[in-house]
């Protein structure tokens, strides 16, 4: 079994920065790929990024290229999501997945942290 724990949401302004950390217990995440989807109010469940087990990939919803960055630390046992320039739109809660098919697709992740709100303000 895998227990995942999302942290660092919050409110910021539309532009400003937040870094979601995401901690890992049970088995070993290294050799699990990792990715964050985001459900705002109303609205389906979307990818946002995604990281093989090693980090040497990663992929991006068209959304938020060039705005977040994913990383991981198989040492710490943890997944960041480091997100800039925020906008309204990026409003929701976000949750963390780890599972061995990697990818954007909530299909590949077996096991779910319990979400962390982020809230921009206009």
């Known amino acids: 079994q895998v227990q995942l724990v999302e942290s660092g949401g919050g409110l910021v302004q539309a532009g400003g920065s937040l870094r979601l950390s995401c901690a890992v217990s049970?088995?070993?995440?290294?050799?699990?790929?990792m990715a964050w989807f985001r459900q705002a109010p109303g609205k389906d469940r979307e990818s946002v990024a995604a990281?093989?087990?090693?980090?040497?990939?990663?992929d991006y919803a068209d959304s938020v290229k060039g705005r977040f960055t994913i990383a991981r630390d198989n040492v710490k046992n943890t997944v960041y999501l480091q997100m800039n320039s925020l906008k309204p739109e990026d409003t929701a809660v976000y949750y963390c997945?780890?599972?061995?098919?990697?990818?954007?697709?909530?299909?590949?992740?077996?096991?779910w942290g319990q979400g962390t709100q982020v809230t921009v303000s206009s």
């Open positions: 990281i093989s087990w090693s980090g040497q990939s990663t």
């Open positions: 997945a780890a599972g061995s098919g990697g990818g954007l697709s909530s299909r590949s992740y077996d096991y």
């Open positions: 049970g088995r070993t995440n290294s050799f699990y790929a």
